[in-house]
């Protein structure tokens, strides 16, 4: 019987899992991916792919729970010996993994508010594990942990002095992306890895880390999930003078109007189409081109502040499905960046790299596949080794 660690990465609109082996080195068993939550559920792993017998509308508990039923009854001759999770929002609390205890519970549930889009489908899914496995350990990596690194300056708000002492701060997110990307720089990078490295996590979340010695200095996200870069459905940076207007000239609630911002707005608000990167790129509406330039645009406006954080850059890193895939969206980015140096391998770029930039280029830019997956894996196995 091969004893395996079971990771669940659930986002704001999909569900990743991965079975490790409980080992040193924690080899892939199998992986496979939910996506489309709440719009007609699909399930992809390997060559099987199929919707699921759900709801069109079925959303996070329901999926999870038919996820965890349904891998129980196939793994065969793999023993789950432990879970792993990703929890997006740490809070002051927590600085690394942890196990999951009932009082673990009820401190992620409070931070709910600060992460309405991931928190509850990250509890969802710890839940739904424990009713199909009760006997095994659960851990909690957070996303918030790789960020607490940032000097007080990167994580403070011009606010009153009693607001920062009582946890108003930024905390930055996607933080398991980045410590994967921090492992692989020097794979790719040699020295630079160490030095000046703006990495671009694009999805449907998205936010952009400076990092230097493979640690963060800055990141765009902040006290929520909110902030930063526009993203698949989040407005990311709004003037706060948005949101009282929304509410007292236009009448909108605070539901509403938060509604609005976490749900209405992004690629979705202002195409009108979709939230999805791949139906933007496919589109000949208008709407949907500008959308896309919009999302450049802003991209590239943060590349410029996160060099100002980190004092230059050396490297720029796409990861995270946009990143990765979507070409377009590289070259248009970069084409705003050529400021910092870069030349634009154009070839390499249409082929997906790893390296996109030309080779005389002042500094060199990447794409690099991330893997939250792996991170969360590693870390659940060093806190169970550590208990036998």
Request: net charge negative; proline share 3%; charged share 20%.
């Amino acid at each position: 019987m091969t004893k395996a660690i079971l990771v669940l990465n659930a986002g704001s609109s999909s569900v990743k899992y991965g079975v490790f082996r409980a080992e040193a080195g924690n080899e892939l068993l199998m992986k496979g991916v939910i996506e489309r939550i709440g719009a007609g559920a699909e399930l992809r792993e390997g060559e099987r792919h199929e919707k699921l017998p759900l709801s069109e509308t079925a959303g996070h508990v329901d999926v999870l729970q038919w996820l965890a039923t349904d891998l129980s009854g196939r793994i065969g001759n793999i023993e789950v010996v432990a879970a792993g999770h990703r929890v997006v929002h740490g809070g002051q609390e927590f600085d690394h993994s942890t196990l999951i205890t009932a009082d673990v519970i009820e401190q992620i549930r409070l931070l709910s508010p600060l992460a309405p889009a991931h928190q509850p489908h990250n509890l969802a899914g710890i839940i739904a594990l424990g009713s199909v496995w009760p006997d095994i350990p659960q851990v909690a990596c957070f996303d918030t942990a790789f960020h607490r690194t940032q000097p007080r300056l990167a994580q403070m708000f011009a606010l009153p002095r009693a607001l920062t002492a009582e946890g108003v701060l930024r905390y930055g997110f996607h933080g398991l992306s980045y410590d994967y990307i921090a492992s692989q720089l020097p794979k790719h990078l040699g020295d630079a890895a160490n030095g000046r490295v703006i990495v671009l996590h694009l999805g449907h979340g998205a936010s952009i880390c400076g990092m230097v010695n493979r640690q963060s200095m800055a990141t765009t996200m902040g006290f929520t999930a909110l902030d930063g870069l526009m993203m698949g459905k989040r407005s990311g940076d709004v003037d706060p003078g948005v949101i009282f207007f929304l509410m007292r000239d236009k009448g909108l609630s605070l539901k509403e109007a938060e509604e609005v911002i976490s749900n209405e707005s992004g690629l979705l608000g202002v195409s009108g189409i979709s939230s999805d990167m791949r139906d933007l790129t496919a589109s000949n509406d208008p709407a949907a081109t500008e959308a896309v330039d919009l999302f450049c645009y802003r991209a590239a406006r943060q590349v410029g502040s996160m060099a100002g954080a980190i004092g230059g850059a050396d490297a720029i890193v796409f990861t995270a499905g946009v990143g990765e895939n979507a070409i377009a969206v590289r070259e248009k980015i970069l084409a705003r960046c050529t400021w910092l140096g870069l030349e634009i391998d154009y070839a390499a770029n249409a082929s997906g790299g790893p390296r996109i930039t030309t080779h005389d280029s002042a500094i060199s830019a990447w794409v690099i596949p991330t893997n939250e997956e792996r991170v969360i894996a590693a870390q659940t196995y060093e806190l169970i080794d550590g208990l036998s």
